[in-house]
């Protein structure tokens, strides 16, 4: 399968412990995003890397939220000391270039925190 | 900022029927659109874009979707819908320059299309 892999699938995590995602996205790819979907709603822009810059965060992103692309290749979201609030499914997208090239997305990582 | 708008929750179409899945947007400069799907526990998965040319545009599964610059909008249609078609539709929008724009892609809350036998 050449598509964007994450994993896990699916995460449950008491409150305040941390946890991390990881994100495999198409091998070519020099882009590569991090989205938040809750239930009822599209997705939501957390931060952008071109090859391993981390070029945008979103306010979103609060500063127990890292992310992190090592040699611009896979990825890494940690949320530390989670909170209720962050359940919801995190999706990772990765693309090609320039801008009007299409954003393929993973399967997502549904985090439950209880 | 840029941001998109689908005013309807959900749609629902008979089969056969023809569907329409509603969007308008708003960005600073000219946009790139795209249409998303998304089944139950699956990640989305791309439709069709506009970039430039032809208002209309041709994509996946037989949808099609048109620009309509003065009226901001980029709906998704498609001419005789199926059982299958049924999911959430996502809109998204990004800013083609710089200026004031981001190159993030922006989305929609979404549509939820139910399409009946």
């Known amino acids: 399968d050449t598509g964007v892999s994450q994993n896990p699938r699916h995460k449950i995590t008491k409150r305040g412990q941390n946890v991390t995602f990881r994100c495999d996205p198409i091998?070519?790819?020099?882009?590569l995003y991090w989205y938040r979907q809750t239930l009822g709603q599209g997705p939501e822009f957390l931060t952008y890397f071109q090859n391993e810059a981390q070029l945008e965060k979103s306010r979103l992103l609060s500063d127990r939220f890292s992310a992190e692309r090592p040699k611009g290749s896979f990825s890494t979201l940690e949320i530390q000391r989670t909170e209720q609030g962050d359940s919801a499914m995190y999706l990772c997208?990765?693309?090609?270039?320039?801008?009007?090239?299409?954003?393929?997305f993973g399967q997502g990582t549904r985090l439950t925190v209880v | 900022a840029q941001s998109v708008a689908q005013p309807e929750d959900q749609v629902n179409v008979a089969e056969g029927n023809p569907l329409t899945v509603k969007c308008t947007y708003s960005?600073?400069?000219?946009?790139?659109l795209f249409w998303y799907v998304q089944y139950p526990n699956r990640g989305l998965q791309f439709l069709l874009k506009?970039?430039?040319?032809?208002?209309l545009v041709k994509g996946s599964y037989g949808f099609e979707a048109e620009f309509n610059k003065s009226q901001t909008s980029f709906h998704l249609k498609k001419p005789s819908a199926l059982v299958s078609d049924s999911a959430l539709y996502f809109c998204a929008v990004r800013d083609r320059g710089r200026s004031g724009g981001s190159y993030i892609p922006t989305f929609g809350r979404g549509t939820s299309l139910i399409v009946h036998p």
């Open positions: 506009y970039i430039t040319g032809d208002n």
């Open positions: 960005v600073s400069g000219n946009p790139y």
């Open positions: 091998s070519e790819h020099n882009r």
């Open positions: 997208a990765s693309s090609l270039g320039t801008g009007n090239n299409e954003a393929f």
